[in-house]
């Protein structure tokens, strides 16, 4: 095999609770996350001849269809290859030309579920090295959200979201897989890192408004999710939780307004994605409006710049 494209797919978190501060520094957390049908695209191709013994960092190319994706080394799609020949001692490069959809700053997984694409794409190249088990490993490696994306389908995340639990053929997997969905963000961003480093200097819990809980111990986040997956009835919107929320929606207003907004003027339970700033909004109840108009809404709202698309869950 001299080239292979992989699908990288971006990510809702349907339910995110932080529980907890870690000693390791990072937080633990309960998760209920999905996959989408629409992301991006990565293509790994073997470049001619260079079946490298020196193993050098330019062994491994970047082009991407965004050019304000980074292309140094702090790109996972980049470092993924690193890891994967530190591994394997892969003896050959790989041109990578990366199709982006998903965008920065938005909480959808995008950077993450490249570097996974990145690992999948080396281990095809390389005649599958690496089993399941290995290339989990690797994407532990790469961050605490990446081995999410070696599963087709929602599952539970535990721990900093290294410690997957796959829901499989269980009826509330069913139940998501397929529900159509609207993705829609600013043309802002929010850092990952500073969502959390503001979560954790919170002096206490609460937050000024309705809107959110910001708090949730892991006994009751639990509970909460074992509650929905053995209720067979109960919808996805009664699962949307998401503690990062607070955080956002106090320094950036434009997000709890227009959720609001949507909400009291479409009947739609819109929430934030992982540490934002994308939201979504689950569609197919009977008495959803057309997603045109909600579009229009969006748009009205942040500007013609806002990212809108429909998709399913996958």
Do not use: Y
Not at 109 to 114: A, E, V
Not at 151 to 166: L, Q
Not at 216 to 234: C, H, I, S, T, Y
Request: hydrophobic share 45%.
């Amino acid at each position: 095999m001299e080239s292979i494209t992989v699908f990288s797919p971006a990510k809702l978190n349907l339910f995110l609770a932080v529980t907890g501060r870690r000693a390791d520094g990072f937080h633990d957390l309960l998760s209920v996350a999905v996959p989408l049908t629409w992301g991006d695209s990565l293509k790994g191709a073997v470049r001619p001849g260079s079946g490298s013994t020196k193993k050098a960092d330019s062994d491994f190319t970047l082009g991407c269809s965004d050019p304000a994706v980074p292309m140094d080394g702090t790109n996972l799609v980049l470092r993924a290859a690193r890891l994967f020949r530190a591994k394997t001692g892969l003896g050959f490069g790989v041109d990578f030309h990366l199709e982006k959809r998903i965008p920065m700053g938005a909480g959808l997984g995008g950077g993450s579920s490249n570097g996974v694409a990145a690992l999948k794409v080396m281990n095809a190249l390389a005649g599958e090295p690496l089993g399941n088990e290995g290339l989990m490993e690797l994407a532990a490696q790469l961050g605490s959200d990446c081995p999410l994306f070696l599963h087709g389908g929602p599952v539970i995340m535990r721990g900093r979201g290294d410690r997957i639990e796959p829901l499989g053929a269980l009826p509330a997997a069913e139940r998501l897989r397929g529900r159509r969905v609207l993705i829609f963000k600013p043309d802002f961003g929010i850092s990952t890192a500073w969502a959390f480093g503001r979560l954790a200097s919170l002096p206490s819990p609460g937050f000024v408004g309705a809107w959110v809980e910001t708090f949730m111990g892991a006994e009751e986040a639990e509970g909460r999710v074992a509650a929905w997956l053995g209720d067979a009835g109960a919808p996805a919107e009664k699962l949307l939780f998401n503690s990062l929320e607070a955080v956002a929606f106090e320094k950036f207003l434009a997000l709890p307004v227009l959720l609001e907004r949507l909400g009291r003027q479409f009947g739609l339970a819109p929430r934030m994605t992982g540490s934002g700033s994308a939201c979504f909004a689950l569609l197919g109840g009977p008495d959803d409006p057309p997603v045109e108009k909600v579009t229009r809404a969006i748009r009205e709202a942040w500007g013609p710049s806002a990212l809108a698309i429909e998709t399913t869950i996958g």
